[in-house]
């Protein structure tokens, strides 16, 4: 059986190129987990603010539905684990909207017979808490800019307040972290933001502040 030789000017690889090729693989290996475990806790940071602008949006609908205010609640509980969780919750009333005919006049001091009404047989029910996804923390809420008040464990909730017509009692800014990202605060945050005016919600990566208050004369008579 003929020997095969190397073609001339061909040569194999030394065990030194084999060992620096083995090295390279390797190092490029451990960077690949690395970088998923960024990308899904990115992902998982992104996936609790968009929960946060849904439980916005559901406050706001409640309490156009009720014809009542309705709260969204955000701070910390315990668990069924007794360990402490951020997370948000609903608190609205248990009186039902007025019943009234569609075109049916009903004067001012009616109207206001049945707000007395409803505010005196009023009781206030929660649902339950939603929990933020372990390693997600919410580290304050803000009604003003430059002014943050923490979210700390046991302390009372922040009450985010819409009323009837689905108007936000003020701007609310509000910033998740996840704990679990090793990297500066300004890449492991984000920012939900509801506009004083239009009551939308919407979130912002880093760490954003409310805009500035405007006097009311800004806005006409």
Same mark, same amino acid.
């Given at each position: 059986?003929?020997? !095969?030789?190397?073609?001339?000017? #061909?040569?194999?690889?030394?065990? *030194? ?11 490029? *290996?451990? !960077?690949?987990?690395? /970088?998923?475990?960024?990308? %899904?806790? #990115? ?11 849904? &439980? ?19 701070? @910390? ?6 360990? +402490?969780?951020? =997370? ?23 109207? #206001?017979? *049945? ?8 009781? +206030? ?8 996804? /372990?390693?997600?923390?919410? @580290? ?13 464990? =046991? %302390?009372?909730?922040? &009450? ?5 017509? %689905? ?18 605060? #300004? ?9 004083? *005016?239009?009551?939308?919600?919407? +979130?912002?990566? %880093? ?5 500035? /208050? ?8």
């Amino acid at each position: 059986m003929p020997i !095969l030789r190397p073609a001339r000017g #061909q040569r194999g690889f030394t065990l *030194l190129e084999l060992m620096a090729v083995v090295l390279i693989m390797g190092t490029i *290996l451990l !960077l690949v987990p690395a /970088s998923l475990d960024s990308l %899904g806790a #990115q992902g998982k940071l992104k996936n609790t603010a968009n929960s946060l602008v849904s &439980a916005v949006n559901g406050a706001r609908e409640r309490a156009i539905l009720d014809a009542f205010e309705v709260h969204l609640e955000i701070g @910390t509980f315990r668990d069924e684990d007794d360990e +402490w969780r951020y =997370g948000w919750r609903y608190r609205f009333t248990n009186v039902p909207p007025p019943d009234v005919a569609a075109g049916e006049d009903v004067d001012e001091s009616e109207q #206001q017979r *049945l707000r007395e009404l409803r505010n005196r047989d009023r009781e +206030w029910l929660y649902t339950s808490w939603h929990a933020c996804p /372990s390693g997600i923390t919410i @580290t304050g809420v803000s009604e003003r800019k430059g002014s943050w008040n923490k979210v700390g464990d =046991g %302390g009372k909730p922040h &009450a985010m307040r819409f009323f009837a017509d %689905g108007t936000v009692e003020t701007g609310v800014a509000v910033r998740i972290v996840n704990e679990d990202m090793e990297t500066d605060a #300004q890449y492991k945050t984000i920012t939900v933001v509801v506009n004083a *005016l239009t009551s939308e919600p919407s +979130w912002r990566e %880093g760490e954003q502040e409310l805009p500035e /208050s405007l006097p009311s004369s800004n806005f006409g008579n």
